[in-house]
């Protein structure tokens, strides 16, 4: 068969799907400048397929631009075509940034930081998922048992991760039923969201040149074990020095840092907002499945929803570098670039206002739905500065929707479908 190789340049917007617009490939120096034509109510498509309540109905032109640098594209070495795809930006025909574009949110937030602080975030997102190429066996977590069945699945992704310019860390078979986790070396800002990005999609290409699908939704069954998304961060300055950790405050983290966090935490209800964003993100984050259940910040405690990780203090270990916070409370129903934009816009806060951190024995819980959530960053003061009015508006409308879609089914019911969807 005669084959012309194709790109897609793709967002990954509000629904966390990434959806995009394919070209031949050799076009793509022209398409830089001149991206693929796209429209104000396709970021109002949701995660299960019909189209939102649209602030912006059918009106509207815009334009998804490729961004060099994010680039992918990942031979598997057999016959069916290779991984190709670009990720960009939205922007309006006049070149300006569209305010809804997820990818110009987070980049808005990594500014404020910068203009404040001189401060830069250095991030990495940690995976879990769903293999469904493997048996689901009693006994099976951590288990060598489960990372031999798995087959080459890991090799593969490991190698495609790599050809994708992402440096794996880790592969592991994970607590629940057919749960798999995926790290990698952390990234500077944007960069962080977009491996995220193509991490997600890489995985689920690589399950399926096998023959099979990786699922990254939040939950797949109500009595099981949760996919979280953590995201460890840590906070460096222009020069690239490590500015998180210091070993004289509490909990080891530096003043600035100790802000940050206290942004965090203040604004976590509207947070979870877009960084737990469907449904069932919340029958997740109950207790006793090692998902956060609290608005706290602790070293060693699986269920708060900021984690202090410190470096195990061995002979030789760079410290200052390593020390980082985990952000347990995001799954991969958030695109990253507003999960991360949102945590760090809530950080920039903090800091802002030198928030204190909370006091011991003070531990609210989560909100206990999205629509909870949702109320929370509605009601929330600062997040209008975060996000410009059209955009929080179509994100309220879109998320509102989509509860619409589900409410009539039960838990297992909503389960099956995100299993489907992410
Ligand atoms: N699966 C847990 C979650 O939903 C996390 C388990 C772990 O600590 O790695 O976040
Ligand atoms: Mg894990």
């Known amino acids: 068969m005669i084959r012309e190789p194709l790109i897609m340049v793709c967002t990954c917007e509000m629904a966390g799907r990434v959806r995009g617009k394919g070209f031949p490939a050799s076009e793509l120096p022209g398409r830089l400048a001149g991206g693929v034509g796209w429209?104000?109510?396709?970021?109002?498509?949701?995660?299960?397929?019909?189209?939102?309540?649209?602030?912006?109905?059918?009106?509207?032109?815009?334009?998804?631009?490729?961004?060099?640098?994010?680039?992918?594209?990942?031979?598997?070495?057999?016959?069916?075509?290779?991984?190709?795809?670009?990720?960009?930006?939205?922007?309006?025909?006049?070149?300006?940034?569209?305010?809804?574009?997820?990818?110009?949110?987070?980049?808005?937030?990594?500014?404020?930081?910068?203009?404040?602080?001189?401060?830069?975030?250095?991030?990495?997102?940690?995976?879990?998922?769903?293999?469904?190429?493997?048996?689901?066996?009693?006994?099976?977590?951590?288990?060598?048992?489960?990372?031999?069945?798995?087959?080459?699945?890991?090799?593969?992704?490991?190698?495609?991760?790599?050809?994708?310019?992402?440096?794996?860390?880790?592969?592991?078979?994970?607590?629940?039923?057919?749960?798999?986790?995926?790290?990698?070396?952390?990234?500077?800002?944007?960069?962080?969201?977009?491996?995220?990005?193509?991490?997600?999609?890489?995985?689920?290409?690589?399950?399926?040149?096998?023959?099979?699908?990786?699922?990254?939704?939040?939950?797949?069954?109500?009595?099981?074990?949760?996919?979280?998304?953590?995201?460890?961060?840590?906070?460096?300055?222009?020069?690239?020095?490590?500015?998180?950790?210091?070993?004289?405050?509490?909990?080891?983290?530096s003043a600035v840092a100790a802000q940050f966090a206290a942004g965090v935490l203040h604004h976590l209800p509207a947070l979870l907002a877009l960084t737990a964003p469907s449904p069932v993100s919340y029958i997740r984050l109950r207790p006793n499945r090692f998902a956060p259940t609290t608005v706290y910040l602790a070293e060693a405690d699986r269920e708060t929803s900021l984690r202090v990780c410190p470096p195990p203090p061995l002979p030789g270990t760079d410290m200052a570098g390593q020390f980082n916070l985990e952000f347990r409370a995001a799954d991969a129903s958030a695109s990253p670039y507003l999960a991360l934009g949102a945590l760090v816009r809530a950080g920039v806060d903090g800091i802002r206002r030198r928030l204190p951190l909370p006091s011991a024995g003070t531990a609210p819980p989560l909100p206990a739905s999205l629509d909870e959530a949702l109320t929370a960053l509605e009601g929330n003061e600062a997040a209008r500065d975060w996000m410009a009015e059209v955009f929080l508006d179509a994100y309220l409308r879109h998320k509102r929707a989509e509860i619409r879609m589900t409410e009539t089914m039960d838990e297992a019911e909503r389960c099956a479908l995100y299993a489907q969807v992410y």
């Open 39 to 253: 429209i104000p109510t396709n970021g109002m498509i949701s995660a299960l397929g019909p189209i939102a309540d649209s602030p912006f109905g059918a009106k509207g032109e815009l334009l998804l631009i490729p961004d060099q640098t994010t680039e992918t594209r990942v031979d598997f070495g057999d016959e069916a075509a290779a991984e190709h795809f670009i990720l960009g930006d939205i922007r309006q025909l006049d070149g300006t940034p569209w305010p809804c574009c997820p990818r110009e949110f987070l980049r808005g937030a990594l500014a404020a930081l910068e203009d404040m602080t001189g401060l830069r975030i250095f991030a990495a997102f940690e995976h879990e998922f769903i293999y469904d190429g493997v048996l689901d066996r009693p006994g099976a977590p951590y288990s060598l048992d489960s990372w031999r069945r798995q087959g080459v699945f890991g090799e593969v992704l490991t190698a495609a991760l790599r050809q994708a310019g992402i440096r794996p860390d880790s592969f592991m078979p994970e607590y629940g039923a057919r749960q798999f986790e995926i790290t990698c070396a952390p990234a500077i800002g944007l960069q962080a969201a977009d491996q995220a990005v193509i991490l997600r999609e890489i995985t689920r290409a690589s399950a399926l040149h096998l023959g099979h699908e990786a699922s990254f939704t939040p939950i797949a069954a109500p009595a099981g074990i949760g996919n979280g998304v953590h995201i460890h961060f840590s906070l460096r300055d222009r020069q690239d020095r490590p500015a998180t950790h210091d070993a004289a405050l509490p909990f080891g983290l």
